[in-house]
């Protein structure tokens, strides 16, 4: 567990790029930002999609009654990487982080990522090497390990797009705004920039219960790619029965209903829940 840091905290924006039909994973998104144990922080929430959904988003926001927490409504058509850099505009915290309506994170996220990133003074961009991936219509969960896994020692390939924590002041690179990878693998092809024009990336290890990769159907992202991750970078069943604890609290907090802890060779134990 990574100590607290005695010095003041700056504020870390939270940039949240929502989309069409994803209200329920939108609160589940917001509750997450709300329930961290971080002080200083804001949400971004940016949305370029029907007046219906800006209305339900609106709606919930002015129900939490929380000044920290911002709406930028669009009402153009805009490439997902243009709302990337919309939202890291919009940032007035020192640091910003990813945090898509369908990513769900532990209250502790924040502190953690922070800290880790805090006592390194020359690195300006942190990104977890691993993280949960839940399958909504299957109730299954994966642990993948993208430094184990694939990465062949290169940070490259060891970093989840999007689990970005970075300093915003100076950062030389920008979200593509227009082309094919505008819309879907926008933030491989911002970590891959970033590394290129020689900014200093870290990873953050072992902390992958953290956070919560989703597929629920209306992904950027289809099934195949979803399951590839899993099939090629998840533990195995007896790595999963190792770490049976910390996520089955982990799940505790998430709620999920009753699901299955999956390795990639094979169901490594039921978590009992209640019905989301």
């Known amino acids: 567990m990574l100590s607290p840091i005695d010095k003041p905290l700056p504020l870390i924006s939270c940039l949240l790029v929502t989309a069409n039909g994803r209200i329920e994973y939108f609160k589940r998104s917001v509750q997450c930002y709300i329930d961290q144990t971080y002080p200083n922080t804001e949400l971004v929430i940016v949305n370029e999609g029907s007046l219906e959904y800006q209305n339900q988003i609106l709606e919930h926001v002015n129900s939490l009654n929380r000044n920290d927490i911002r709406t930028e409504f669009l009402h153009e058509n805009y490439t997902l990487g243009s709302l990337r850099n919309i939202s890291i ?25 922070y800290a880790f990133l805090s006592r390194r003074p020359k690195v ?7 993280q949960l991936h839940y399958y909504f219509h299957t109730n299954e969960l994966y642990w993948e390990d993208w430094g184990k896994y694939l990465s062949h020692g290169a940070v490259k390939y060891m970093l989840i797009p ?9 950062l030389p690179a920008r979200y593509p705004s227009s082309g094919s990878q505008a819309r879907t693998g926008e933030d491989t092809v ?3 920039q970033l590394l290129r024009l020689g900014t200093n990336v870290q990873v953050l290890s072992g902390y992958g219960n953290m956070h919560v990769y989703s597929f629920h159907g209306k992904n950027v992202f289809d099934i195949e790619h979803h399951q590839m991750l899993s099939r090629i970078r998840s533990y195995y069943r007896t790595e999963m029965l190792e770490k049976r604890a910390l996520i089955s609290k982990t799940l505790n907090y998430f709620n999920f209903g009753k699901v299955k802890v ?9 978590h009992e829940g209640k019905n989301v």
């Open 124 to 130: 300006a961009v942190c990104y977890l090497s691993d």
């Open 190 to 192: 911002f970590s891959n």
């Open 262 to 270: 999956m390795g990639r060779d094979g169901l490594a134990f039921i």
């Open 162 to 170: 999007g689990t970005i924590m970075a300093y915003k002041a100076d």
């Open 89 to 113: 505009a919009l940032a007035r915290g020192e640091l910003f982080v990813q945090w898509d309506d369908d990513d769900f994170n532990v209250p502790n996220r924040l502190a953690t990522q």
